[in-house]
């Protein structure tokens, strides 16, 4: 009963309503805005150019909102990387600046609302943040949209969640790997140097 609810009041706000959720999770609200736009797809039910029309639109409108957090990261950054301590802060922006754009987008894909920090600490153009901001949501949008389409949203949300519980283990891993390999780089080059 709730939940008919629910869905007829997203009904009846149309795509403003999906605007709106986008918005707020742009904002680095911890919202979840990939269950926006499967219960969107699954209301509205957009097929051919209206599904890519109202995609491109939704990662229009993230990119615009995002600007926000970007703006208000930029102007509170010294106080943020004064509370963190610089050795932190200088950590997180080496392991950034190799795929710094590449770390916005997949952060987008992965619903990480707070990846905006990092692009500021990277010094990162707001052009290129924007342009990597649109490039993570895109597919996200385009995707959620069309799944919710196909009418099973809680089990097209389970899926996308252990989808994405997979990413991070596998990024995890990787990150562990490539720890262990300079570990070990840097111990044969200490024994190296002691010859």
Do not use: H
């Not at 959720?21 to 736009?37: D, H, K, N, T």
């Not at 990119?63 to 610089?86: C, E, H, N, W």
């Not at 990092?118 to 385009?142: D, E, H, N, Q, W």
């Amino acid at each position: 009963m709730m939940i008919q609810m629910i869905l007829e009041f997203l009904r009846e706000l149309g795509l403003v309503g999906l605007f709106i959720g986008i918005g707020v999770e742009a904002l680095s609200i911890p919202f979840p805005a990939a269950i926006i736009f499967l219960l969107y797809g699954y209301l509205i039910n957009p097929t051919g150019m209206e599904l890519v029309w109202i995609s491109l639109l939704s990662a229009l409108i993230y990119t615009a909102v995002s600007y926000i957090p970007y703006a208000f990261a930029l102007k509170y950054q010294d106080a943020v990387t004064k509370r963190m301590g610089s050795k932190r802060v200088k950590k997180m922006i080496a392991r950034a600046e190799k795929y710094r754009e590449w770390t916005i987008a997949i952060g987008r894909v992965l619903g990480m609302g707070y990846i905006v920090y990092v692009a500021t600490f990277c010094k990162m153009s707001p052009t290129r943040y924007g342009i990597f901001t649109f490039i993570g949501v895109l597919p996200v949008a385009f995707a959620m949209l069309y799944l919710g389409g196909l009418g099973n949203v809680g089990e097209v949300y389970e899926i996308f969640q252990q989808v994405q519980y997979v990413v991070m283990a596998v990024i995890v891993g990787l990150i562990v790997l490539y720890v262990l390999y300079r570990v070990r780089l840097k111990q044969k080059q200490v024994v190296k140097d002691a010859k």
